[in-house]
Structures are given as C-alpha cells and as structure tokens.
C-alpha cells in the first residue's frame, strides 16, 4: 500500500508556471513506476509523464518540452513543473504509482498499469 497526496495546483494565467508536488507514504524509489496524469472535464484521463525506477523519462506529445517529471528518493517525491501553461492544460492533475514490479521486470513504464492514485489538484489556466 502506499497513500499519494498531490500539492501545487491553482490558478494561474496562460503563459505562466506552477510546480506540482507528489509525497509518497513510503519509499517507491525501487522499481515502481511513478507518473502524472491528467482529467479535464468530459474528457478521458490522459498520462502526461513517467519516471521509471532507473530515472528514465518519458512525456506525452502534448506536453514534452513544457512540462518536467522530476523525483527527490530523500522526500519520497515526486514532481511536476510545468511551464509555458496553456488553456487546455486546465484538469485535474493526479500522482499516481504502479508498485506491482512490472516495471523492474520490463525496465519502463506501463500507463495502464497504476495501482495506487492520489486524490488529484486542480490546475485552472487563464488567458
């Protein structure tokens, strides 16, 4: 079991900045698979950025080159700075954690795989 709780979601103008913070019950610095996703409204929850137990990254077209996945293993932490914000990036942002071990068998990430989600933050972006 491990309990995610996202940090960092408001408000803010198009053009503009916000870093998303995930803490983590425990440690999930080994071999899980921790990732962002999001849900606008009416619209299906898309993954947006993974980090692998190695560090490897990957990145949704819609975001990569504006959007950065990051982790501390000391703060059991996860994060997402996200820069340039458009309308459309406005959804709820959730952290969530595949800790099955498919990830440290396959070495990379699976979407599809989450088995642990954190109850969201809202990002609102205005033009």
């Known amino acids: 079991q491990v309990q995610l709780l996202e940090f960092g979601g408001g408000s803010v103008q198009a053009g503009g900045s916000l870093r998303l913070a995930c803490t983590a019950s425990?440690?999930?610095?080994?071999?899980?698979?921790m990732a962002w996703f999001r849900q606008a409204l009416g619209k299906p929850r898309e993954a947006l950025a993974s980090?692998?137990?190695?560090?490897?990254?990957s990145y949704a077209d819609s975001v990569r080159g504006r959007f950065t996945i990051s982790k501390d293993n000391t703060k059991n932490a996860l994060y997402l700075e996200m820069n340039d914000l458009k309308v459309e990036d406005t959804a709820m942002y959730y952290c969530?954690?595949?800790?099955?071990?498919?990830?440290?068998?396959?070495?990379?990430?699976?979407?599809?795989?989450?088995?642990?989600w954190g109850k969201g933050t809202q990002v609102t972006i205005f033009s």
């Open positions: 425990r440690d999930t610095s080994r071999g899980h698979c």
């Open positions: 969530a954690a595949d800790t099955s071990g498919w990830t440290a068998a396959e070495g990379r990430c699976r979407p599809n795989g989450m088995d642990f």
């Open positions: 980090w692998d137990g190695r560090g490897t990254t």
